[in-house]
């Protein structure tokens, strides 16, 4: 996904399974891909259902009866990088995206610009820069406001999973913005999208219902 120019900063909320785009540290747009299975879940919509791999996929329980995949990779590049953080130009380098590798085949690891080596003090991890919301490496606190801004490109990946034949998954885009009404206030919009980004959540689940109707009219009788 690309949507600026070189002033992007882009990051993803592991628990609520989405990533966000901030085009010019006002405006916030959090996007979304969903498989819809009719099965709620309690983050991003609804999801595919898991394969069984000893692997908790939704952040609850390990395998559980119908277990949904929700977010399983988020991975930036940067437009005119040097070739092994650039857009990605052939089969092999995309596969290679979708699975949190670089193009030259390093996987991301966990903090500053995700490009190191593997090492103790810089893990494989599987996003790129969550903010706090990554259980798996203690809620350690990685974001990209800390680096230069770039022209900015990203893929949220979910999987893998097994899609059965004559099996169906409907795909479900859903694109949440917001925009703090002070200038350069991206962490204001930041918080203002959690906030809408729940409410659409919500609405998803309740099939679209008023989640508050309108107040009872006063009669004088």
Do not use: H
């Not at 689940?205 to 009788?221: E, W, Y």
């Amino acid at each position: 996904m690309d949507l600026g120019c070189t002033d992007d900063y882009v990051g993803c909320d592991v628990k609520r399974a989405w990533v966000f785009y901030n085009g010019d540290r006002r405006m916030v747009l959090d996007l979304e891909t969903l498989m819809e299975t009719g099965l709620s879940n309690r983050n991003r919509f609804s999801r595919t259902f898991n394969d069984r791999n000893g692997v908790d996929n939704n952040r609850a329980v390990f395998d559980e009866p119908n277990e949904q995949i929700i977010m399983s990779k988020f991975v930036y590049f940067t437009n005119g990088a040097s070739n092994a953080y650039s857009d990605p130009s052939s089969a092999n380098e995309y596969y290679l995206c979708l699975r949190g590798y670089w193009n030259n085949n390093v996987p991301l690891t966990y903090g500053g610009t995700g490009q190191s080596p593997p090492s103790g003090s810089k893990p494989a991890c599987d996003f790129a820069f969550p903010w706090d919301t990554d259980a798996s490496k203690g809620n350690v606190m990685w974001k990209e406001g800390d680096l230069p801004p770039g022209d900015r490109r990203f893929v949220q990946s979910c999987g893998k999973f097994t899609l059965q034949p004559g099996a169906v998954n409907n795909v479900t885009v859903g694109a949440v913005w917001a925009q703090s009404s002070v200038n350069n206030d991206n962490l204001g919009s930041r918080q203002l999208l959690l906030q809408a980004d729940d409410l659409a959540q919500g609405l998803f689940d309740d099939c679209f219902k008023p989640i508050d109707g309108p107040d009872a009219p006063d009669v004088l009788v």
